[in-house]
């Protein structure tokens, strides 16, 4: 059985930093691109970071240097550190691992709850 399973998330202050962790099982996650993506009240599931099989990096445009993602290959993980965190990166946080195939769909994690208050 596949699953992702996040943790980390929490409340933090404006300006403070925060780190997820994804772990996954129950398949070859090596060849799976890596990604979290996260979703706001009233808004649509966005792109934050993600780091393909072969190592790359993308990011979405609001990120502007304050995140980083990584993985851990042998151990089936992704992190994404957070830093000057502000109060619209509050959300849910999914941990996603597609392999950009037709024929397999993406896998999703339950989600992780980021606020960023004072």
């Known amino acids: 059985q596949v699953q992702l399973v996040e943790s980390g998330g929490g409340l933090v202050q404006p300006g403070g930093s925060l780190g997820l962790s994804c772990a996954a099982s129950?398949?070859?996650?090596?060849?799976?691109?890596m990604g979290w993506y996260r979703q706001a009240p009233g808004k649509e599931r966005e792109l934050v970071a993600v780091?393909?099989?072969?190592?790359?990096?993308k990011y979405g445009d609001f990120v502007k240097g304050r995140f980083t993602i990584s993985r851990d290959t042998p151990k089936d993980t992704v992190y994404l550190q957070m830093n000057l965190l502000k109060p619209e990166d509050t959300a849910v946080y999914y941990c996603?691992?597609?392999?950009?195939?037709?024929?397999?769909?993406?896998?999703w994690g339950q989600g992780t709850q980021v606020i960023v208050s004072s």
């Open positions: 996603n691992a597609d392999l950009r195939s037709d024929r397999v769909p993406p896998y």
């Open positions: 129950g398949t070859i996650f090596s060849i799976y691109d």
């Open positions: 780091v393909t099989s072969a190592g790359r990096t």
